[in-house]
């Protein structure tokens, strides 16, 4: 399965970006239905941090606290692409983010994905 994160960009705090994530390639009879979809993120010189998580048919979500209520993730498996949606952003939400897919329900380790996606950088100016 690849992975191809998008929609990245330099916006000012308070705005919003919304990141894709469309997979595609092989699966050996598994399609992208099949797989949780979660989203990380990395600063240079820090852990990769969970940001949000979906379920594959969409039904659960799990969001870290730092971004409940300003983030949404969702999904659509007709078009195999996940989305997220983030609003009222901040300085330190800056980061490389990262899609990334899982065998497992709504995992928040990172060590539970199977498959990443190459990042999009996120920039949010003060």
């Known amino acids: 399965v690849q992975l191809a994160e998008s929609g990245g960009g330099l916006v000012q705090a308070g705005g919003s970006l919304r990141l894709s994530c469309a997979a595609s390639?092989?699966?050996?009879?598994?399609?992208?239905?099949?797989?949780?979809m979660g989203w990380f993120r990395q600063t240079p010189g820090k852990e990769r941090e969970f940001v949000a998580a979906?379920?594959?048919?969409?039904?659960?979500?799990n969001y870290a606290e730092s971004v409940k209520g300003r983030f949404t993730v969702s999904r659509d498996n007709a078009m195999n692409t996940v989305y997220l949606q983030m609003g009222s952003l901040k300085p330190e939400d800056t980061a490389a983010y990262y899609c990334?897919?899982?065998?497992?329900?709504?995992?928040?380790?990172?060590?539970?994905?199977?498959?990443w996606g190459q990042g999009t950088q996120v920039t949010v100016s003060p």
């Open positions: 979906i379920s594959w048919s969409g039904d659960y979500t």
């Open positions: 990334a897919a899982s065998f497992k329900l709504i995992p928040t380790m990172s060590r539970d994905y199977t498959y």
């Open positions: 390639g092989p699966t050996s009879g598994l399609t992208f239905g099949s797989f949780a």
